[in-house]
C-alpha cells in the first residue's frame, strides 16, 4: 500500500483541505476533511470515495456542515452505471461513473486517472456533481484534454467555465488556477 497525506488551499472557497489517499492493489481509499468559509456560510465537509483498481467511483460518504447545519449522504454504483443515493436507486445518474465535489480538486483527479488520455487526447463524461454550499446534487457534462505529461484541459459542457489543471505523475492536482493549490504534500 502507498499514502499520501496532501494539503490544498482553496483560493476561491477559502479553505483548507487535509487528504490522505491510500492506494492498494484492488484500488484506493480516500479520506478527506475541508473546513472554509465563502460567503456568509462557515463549512466542514468530511468525506470518504473508494474506487476500484481502474479508478471507477465506487462508494461516496459524505457528511458536511453549512453554519450548523449537518448533512450526510451514501453514494453507491449498485451496478455499472447505476447509483443508489442513501440506500434509494437513482436512475438519474444512469452513465456516471464519476463524482465531482465542488470543494476539492481531488474529485478532478478521479477521471484523470481513470481515462488513461494519451497525449492531445480528449473525452467527453457525464459526472454526478455535488455542489455542497448549492446543496444540489445534478449529472453535468464535462470534457477532459491532455495536453502534456502534467497538464489537462477541463471543460463544463457547454463551455461555460473552463481551466488547465496541473497534475502531478501520480494525477493529483498540483495548480487549479483560481481555485486550488497543492500547498504540501508526503
Same mark, same amino acid.
Given at each position: 500500500?502507498?499514502?499520501? %497525506?496532501?494539503?490544498?488551499?482553496?483560493?476561491?472557497?477559502? =479553505?483548507?483541505?487535509?487528504? &490522505?489517499?491510500?492506494?492498494?492493489?484492488?484500488?484506493?481509499?480516500? $479520506?478527506?476533511?475541508? &473546513?472554509?468559509?465563502?460567503?456568509?456560510?462557515?463549512?466542514?465537509? #468530511?468525506?470518504?470515495?473508494?474506487?476500484?483498481?481502474?479508478?471507477?467511483?465506487?462508494?461516496?460518504?459524505?457528511?458536511?456542515?453549512?453554519?450548523?447545519?449537518?448533512? =450526510?449522504?451514501?453514494?453507491?454504483?449498485?451496478?455499472?452505471? %447505476?447509483?443508489?443515493?442513501?440506500?434509494?436507486?437513482?436512475?438519474?445518474? $444512469?452513465?456516471?461513473?464519476?463524482? #465531482?465535489?465542488?470543494?476539492?480538486?481531488?474529485?478532478? =483527479?478521479?477521471?484523470? %486517472?481513470?481515462?488513461?488520455? #494519451?497525449?492531445?487526447?480528449?473525452?467527453?463524461?457525464?459526472?454526478?456533481?455535488? #455542489?455542497?454550499?448549492?446543496?444540489? &446534487?445534478?449529472?453535468?457534462?464535462?470534457?477532459?484534454? $491532455?495536453?502534456?505529461?502534467?497538464?489537462?484541459?477541463?471543460?463544463?459542457?457547454?463551455?461555460?467555465?473552463?481551466?488547465?489543471?496541473? &497534475?502531478?505523475?501520480?494525477?493529483?492536482?498540483?495548480?487549479?488556477?483560481?481555485?486550488?493549490?497543492?500547498?504540501?504534500?508526503?
Amino acid at each position: 500500500m502507498t499514502q499520501q %497525506n496532501i494539503l490544498w488551499t482553496g483560493i476561491f472557497y477559502h =479553505s483548507l483541505e487535509n487528504c &490522505v489517499v491510500s492506494v492498494t492493489g484492488t484500488g484506493a481509499e480516500i $479520506r478527506s476533511c475541508i &473546513v472554509g468559509s465563502h460567503g456568509d456560510t462557515i463549512y466542514k465537509v #468530511d468525506y470518504l470515495i473508494t474506487v476500484n483498481r481502474n479508478w471507477e467511483t465506487a462508494y461516496v460518504e459524505m457528511k458536511s456542515q453549512l453554519n450548523g447545519t449537518i448533512h =450526510s449522504s451514501i453514494f453507491q454504483r449498485a451496478l455499472p452505471g %447505476n447509483w443508489e443515493i442513501d440506500g434509494y436507486p437513482s436512475d438519474q445518474f $444512469r452513465g456516471c461513473i464519476d463524482i #465531482d465535489i465542488s470543494l476539492t480538486p481531488f474529485t478532478n =483527479s478521479l477521471p484523470i %486517472n481513470r481515462l488513461k488520455l #494519451d497525449m492531445h487526447e480528449e473525452r467527453q463524461i457525464n459526472v454526478l456533481y455535488i #455542489d455542497i454550499l448549492g446543496r444540489e &446534487v445534478k449529472e453535468v457534462r464535462q470534457k477532459y484534454t $491532455r495536453l502534456s505529461e502534467l497538464e489537462y484541459k477541463y471543460e463544463n459542457v457547454p463551455n461555460d467555465f473552463e481551466a488547465i489543471i496541473q &497534475v502531478d505523475r501520480s494525477g493529483l492536482v498540483v495548480n487549479y488556477p483560481g481555485l486550488f493549490e497543492r500547498t504540501a504534500i508526503k
